[in-house]
């Protein structure tokens, strides 16, 4: 896998809520060379805000106007909805193979997560309104590709760096989404 040198804002599922997401913008657009939104901003694709993120992909709340995927490099960006993402990653896996992507950024969940599955790295940044687990704040994330994958969560009401603990939640809470929907 080929690693760009790029730090890049990823953002997901603000949902209008915008208490936090033109703060992000207006923090990070000069100190990272991509801003990626995964979908559900439920703002327009010519917003202000939204005008200048580099790739915004269409959620289940968005209109449609933004594209379901974009694959830039060797990354693949979606929403998630309409690959299942609650019911694991099967689909994104077949649809990064066919685009031969290692790197999958999605939304959907509103769980902050990180993984590799059969050698593709998938990375949720979570909801910058709010994520469904046991603490009440959103998230973000900044990843750095330089030789590898360092990806660094973040509150996005204080900016402050996230516990791991909050990444081991969210694993479990979407396990649990899984079984629920199974029975």
């Known amino acids: 896998m080929h690693i760009l040198n790029k730090k890049i804002l990823l953002i997901s599922d603000s949902h209008r809520f915008l208490d936090h997401l033109p703060r992000l913008v207006k923090k990070y657009r000069k100190s990272v060379d991509l801003m990626i939104h995964c979908g559900d901003s439920a703002l327009p694709k010519n917003d202000p805000v939204m005008s200048l993120f580099d790739i915004a992909v269409r959620g289940n709340h968005d209109e449609e106007a933004y594209p379901s995927y974009v694959k830039y490099e060797h990354i693949l960006v979606t929403h998630g909805h309409l690959y299942n993402v609650y019911d694991g990653y099967d689909e994104l896996i077949r649809?990064?193979?066919?685009?031969?992507?290692?790197?999958?950024?999605?939304?959907?969940?509103?769980?902050?997560?990180?993984?590799?599955?059969?050698?593709?790295t998938f990375i949720n940044p979570g909801s910058t309104m709010v994520n469904r687990g046991s603490y009440d704040y959103g998230t973000y994330a900044i990843?750095?590709?330089?030789?590898?994958?360092?990806?660094?969560?973040?509150?996005?009401?204080?900016?402050?760096?996230?516990?791991?603990?909050?990444?081991?939640?969210?694993?479990?809470?979407?396990?649990?989404?899984?079984?629920?929907?199974?029975?």
């Open 143 to 183: 990843v750095h590709l330089f030789n590898d994958i360092q990806t660094t969560f973040y509150r996005s009401d204080t900016d402050a760096i996230c516990s791991d603990a909050i990444l081991l939640e969210g694993l479990r809470q979407l396990e649990l989404f899984k079984r629920w929907r199974k029975e």
């Open 95 to 120: 649809l990064c193979q066919k685009e031969r992507c290692s790197l999958c950024f999605h939304g959907h969940t509103h769980v902050p997560t990180i993984k590799t599955i059969q050698g593709i």
